[in-house]
């Protein structure tokens, strides 16, 4: 499995990437391959204001539904409207497979968020 | 599909019934009811013979799987054998052709049975009374929680919040949000009980109460009941037991005994109705002193006239929250569900409860080793394993799930509960016999070893099914479950 080095990670398994005061946020390859054939990916609206742990939004695999949790404080920018198709997350969970947009209104909390190797640890590989 | 559609059968002017002559004046549709409650289109009813429709029906009873063909060992649902008596009883001409609408002096014997049968319920789980109006387990639940928000609201406050263990049923946290509330969950301990520390950090002034499976979802005896029990009353928070496992319970100990406020019955498991599938159903609610002046009116009670006893229903109750169902619920589910109490009486009812869970330790004995068993506890009448070894070898616990299908048996329940990885949850009920079960268990056996000589075979399963193993991502993405004939069948 793929994590990239670059990226932060959450214990609920969402990746975050910073370019600039934004954040490019999805799920990772891990929890793409747990929850299987992803088969619809619900999200908030652009412009919701989220604290850090709110949920942004729920991705429905065929045997769960489960929440999404915003790493980061701010307000959603932009939302990957191709994820219709939904089987993007499965194929492709890092580039093509992103969520949402969030600037940020503080930078301190992406700090405290794991890099790969303790997020590796986290999921036991 | 090895059957057509009804609709592909249809053939123009065949049909499975003669008429007589009309021995009144015939009339048009259109002059007796009004143009804007006309269909204008055709009503495109399959136009079928009778044996064809016998066929096609028998037919797709086989190709599906239900309890009478072989054991459906689906945890936490109870797919015991629903004894055929049942049907017997509910056929009768007095119960299954009454009319809601008739008077109840001419009804007493249906509203003697609707009495008993709260009665009867009400004895096997220690409540103070009982409403059979509920259609369903989650609108038992509803119900409840709509009871336990009056209870607050009548001393002012209605409160905020329920709490819910993150090894709860999927409906405690929907019912409990429908019914206006805040879900907060409760995190399970080592041993998959409630973690009494995070109960005690979550228990506030806000919450109205706590909704508890006991058995809980992993099969395990909530032994820390009476502390937890405690807890809530002492902070004025009302006790909510999901009535689900309650087959382990049978004859041996009492939801009241523990303190619960509310507890639903599932009538369809633990007293052999048939699994609606939506169809009717019947989710009765039990309570507890404090909330037997809040239960749905009309409640159906007893008095003595002339000498002699009369049932009636009673709707004069100022503090009720009112009908939760039309008329007085799904009657006919009541009748099986009173035949079975009565077939079995007080001690027929402790040996269910005690033959469920001796199968199911029975089972676990044999499975154990296997599988993994992520909490090896006592278990009741279900338990709960991982296919996290048989994971890691590539094959999923969706795959042995259909490998299962493969040797005549229904899957067990699987990715529930969600504090178990890979959940394989079996409950085997005590309808079947030693032999079944261990052909259940030669089944899982044989599909372990498979895993480690031969997982590919595993990976492609199901081979005997009526049908192979299915997209279900691309079903759930393109949901079509409405027949849109042909253009070649539409007629000109």
Known sequence: MNFPSELKYTKDHEWMRLEGDMAVIGITDYAQSELGDIVFVDLKAVGTKLNQHDIFGTVEAVKTVSDLFSPVSGVIAEVNTALSEASTVNQDPYQNGWMVKIKLSGSAETDALMDDAAYKTLIGQ | ?492
């Open chain 2, 1 to 492: 599909m090895k059957e057509q559609l009804i609709f592909e059968k249809s053939r123009t002017g065949r049909k499975g019934y003669t008429l007589p002559d009309a021995d009144v004046p015939v009339a048009n549709a259109s002059d007796l009811i009004p143009k804007n409650l006309l269909r204008g289109d055709k009503a495109e009813l399959p136009e079928v013979s009778e044996n064809e429709v016998v066929r096609h029906f028998i037919k797709l009873s086989t190709l599906n799987h239900h309890v009478d063909k072989q054991m459906y060992p689906l945890g936490s649902c109870t797919m015991k054998y629903n004894p055929k008596i049942n049907e017997k009883t509910a056929a009768l001409s007095g119960f299954a052709n009454l009319h809601p609408h008739q008077r109840p002096e001419t009804a007493q014997g249906a509203l003697k049975l609707m009495y008993e049968l709260t009665e009867g319920l009400r004895e096997v789980c220690g409540m103070k009374a009982v409403s059979l109006q509920p259609a369903a387990g989650s609108h038992g639940e509803l119900t409840g929680l709509f009871l336990i928000r009056k209870y607050h609201e009548k001393k002012g406050n209605p409160r905020k919040t329920i709490l819910v263990p993150d090894s709860a049923h999927g409906t405690n946290p929907a019912s409990a949000a429908i019914a206006g509330y805040d879900v907060i969950t409760v995190k399970s301990n080592e041993h998959g009980l409630t973690d009494m520390a995070d109960l005690k950090a979550k228990l506030n002034a806000d919450v109205a109460g706590m909704m508890i499976t006991n058995p809980n979802t992993i099969g395990v005896f909530e032994s820390q009941i009476l502390e937890i029990e405690k807890l809530l009353h002492d902070n004025d928070s009302l006790l909510y037991m999901d009535g689900a496992n309650m087959n382990a319970l049978l004859g041996v100990a009492r939801p009241g005994d523990m303190g619960f406020d509310v507890v639903h019955y599932n009538l369809h498991k633990s007293f052999s109705t048939p699994h609606g599938g939506g169809g009717p159903g019947c989710g009765p609610i039990g309570v507890s002193e404090r909330l037997v002046e809040f239960l749905p009116v009309p409640r159906i009670e007893k008095k003595t006239e002339a000498g002699k006893e009369v049932y009636f229903f009673n709707y004069d109750k100022p503090d009720s929250i009112g009908r939760m169902m039309g008329f007085f619920g799904n009657f006919g589910i009541m009748v099986r569900a009173y035949t079975y109490l009565r077939m079995h009486g007080a001690k027929g009812l402790r040996r269910i409860g005690e033959n469920a869970i001796i199968n199911a330790n029975y089972l676990l004995s044999q499975l154990r080793g296997a599988y993994d068993l992520p909490f090896d506890e006592p278990v009741m009448h279900e338990f709960c394993l991982s296919g996290d070894r048989q994971k890691a070898k590539g094959v999923k616990t969706m795959d042995i799930a259909k490998r299962i299908l493969d040797f005549g048996f229904h899957a067990p329940t699987v990715y529930f509960p969600m504090i178990v990885h890979e959940a394989i949850m079996i409950e085997p009920t005590e309808t079947e016999s030693k032999e079944t079960l261990d052909l259940f268990i030669d089944v899982m056996l044989q599909i372990a070893n498979e895993v480690e000589t031969n997982p590919e075979l595993v990976l492609g399963a199901p081979y005997t099914t009526p049908m192979k193993r299915l997209d279900d991502a691309y079903a759930a993405r393109n949901i079509n479950v409405k027949y849109t004939p042909k253009p070649e069948e539409v007629e000109a």
